[in-house]
């Protein structure tokens, strides 16, 4: 495989063309659950495990990674009791890398529960606290708190919103509470750390626990990562559901998986060019619903250039997307779609993400535009893609 892909193949890495940065050194810790998690831990794996089976043929990823989410949030925290052994953990290092003169930041994949259950016990660190529902102002100041203030100790981040564009070269000490389904992920957020201007070695702690799901999947993982490493050193996809796939990830919880449900379509560009701009809006929003969203449609006028509006609650947090729609089937999307759709999510704090949709293809102008902006871009491909994969009908009729 390597010898087929490496005359189209070229790679750039930090290690490579950064060698005067200081060193990175990455190491993991394995807890045991306090008895109150081992109890709650227990009782919500048998009874998940239980209602899984009884779906039977019906049970779905999302079912599973329901269960898993649950699992995970417990090994952070036990909810009634309130006890964590990692939070005992984080409490007996961050002493000592105050008196070091470090700062740390502490990651997790879910905001509304760990990151908030974390701030009032980390009080006497002074915390700062960055995720997605913040504004753009609102982000850039905690930032700036957290680089130049020094009683500014610890900076608690979600990965969704901390895991890119970021420099916290203030931090040398990074611990991961949770780790996000892929490596890769986790080495982008650790990484705000790691880049210029950083002058001390960085230190990354990725907390664990034994015996529960967390080591079942570093398990799969690490098996993966050292096949994956033989030929391209790297992780690349950014969902759980496509890291592991559907076999892995029934086969956490010895579920047989059930039947693949055939697709009653096949997606083309040539179907969706078929399609009025109304109806390629109205596919779109089909699809959102189909992941899971809460779609509003805005109305043909006063929609300030937004066509969808998509809500989603999880565990991870609330998401927002303002989604603009453009039907150019043989057109490339200019520039000055990007910088409005920028101006709106600006505008509106509550918005997580704005989505750039089309049938065709993106200027390179739009897509320089957005590489450090909160806005996705969906080609053509991309589109056909998630339509197929959510199993979207279409009608050209």
């Known amino acids: 495989m390597k010898a087929a892909i490496k005359p189209y193949f070229l790679r750039r890495r930090k290690i490579d063309v ?26 919500a794996e048998k009874e998940g495990v239980i209602a899984l089976n009884e ?13 898993i989410t649950k ?5 952070n925290v036990e909810p009634i009791s309130k006890e964590s052994c990692k939070l005992e953990y984080l409490m007996e290092q961050l002493p000592e890398i105050i008196e070091q003169g470090g700062k740390s930041l502490i990651f997790s994949q879910y905001p509304d529960k760990t990151l908030k259950f974390l701030e009032p016990e980390l009080r006497q660190f002074s915390p700062l606290v960055y995720h997605g529902m913040l504004s753009d102002t609102q982000r850039d100041k905690i930032i700036d708190d957290f680089q130049n203030k020094d009683n500014c100790k610890a900076l608690l981040m979600s990965v969704k919103a901390g895991g890119l564009g970021l420099t916290l070269t203030r931090a040398n000490f990074v611990f991961h509470f949770d780790l996000w389904w892929n490596p890769s992920v986790a080495a982008q957020a650790e990484d705000r750390a790691h880049r210029i201007g950083q002058k001390k070695s960085v230190y990354v702690t990725s907390i664990f626990t034994v015996n529960t799901i967390e080591e079942k999947i570093q398990l799969l993982l690490k098996r993966k990562r050292k096949l994956f490493a033989s030929v391209i050193d790297d992780l690349s996809d950014t ?41 390629f809006e109205n596919v779109i929003s089909t699809l959102y619903e189909k992941m899971g969203y809460h779609v509003k449609l805005t109305p043909r006028t006063r929609d300030k250039g937004i066509d969808i509006y998509a809500k989603r609650i999880s565990e991870t947090g609330s998401e927002v997307m303002a989604i603009q729609c453009k039907h150019y089937p043989k057109g490339a999307v200019g520039v000055e779609h990007a910088r409005a759709l920028y101006g709106v999510i600006h505008d509106q704090p509550s918005i997580t993400k704005g989505v750039l949709i089309t049938s065709g293809s993106f200027s390179r102008d739009c897509k320089d535009f957005v590489s450090d902006k909160r806005i996705e871009l969906f080609d053509i491909n991309i589109v056909c893609g998630l339509l197929g994969k959510y199993d979207v009908f279409i009608e050209t009729a």
Do not use: M
């Not at 008895?35 to 709650?40: C, D, N």
């Not at 699992?71 to 090994?75: A, E, N, T, V």
């Open 18 to 43: 950064l060698d005067d940065l200081p060193a990175k050194n990455c190491d993991e810790v394995w807890l045991d659950l306090t008895p109150a998690q081992r109890e709650a831990y227990d009782r």
């Open 55 to 67: 779906q039977g043929d019906s049970v779905t990823v999302q079912h599973v990674l329901a269960l």
């Open 71 to 75: 699992l995970k949030q417990i090994c």
């Open 239 to 279: 969902n759980l559901s496509v890291t592991l796939d559907e076999e892995e990830l029934f086969g956490l919880f010895n579920l047989q998986k059930g039947k693949a449900k055939s697709t009653s379509q096949k997606v083309s560009a040539e179907l969706l060019s078929r399609l009025s701009p109304l109806q």
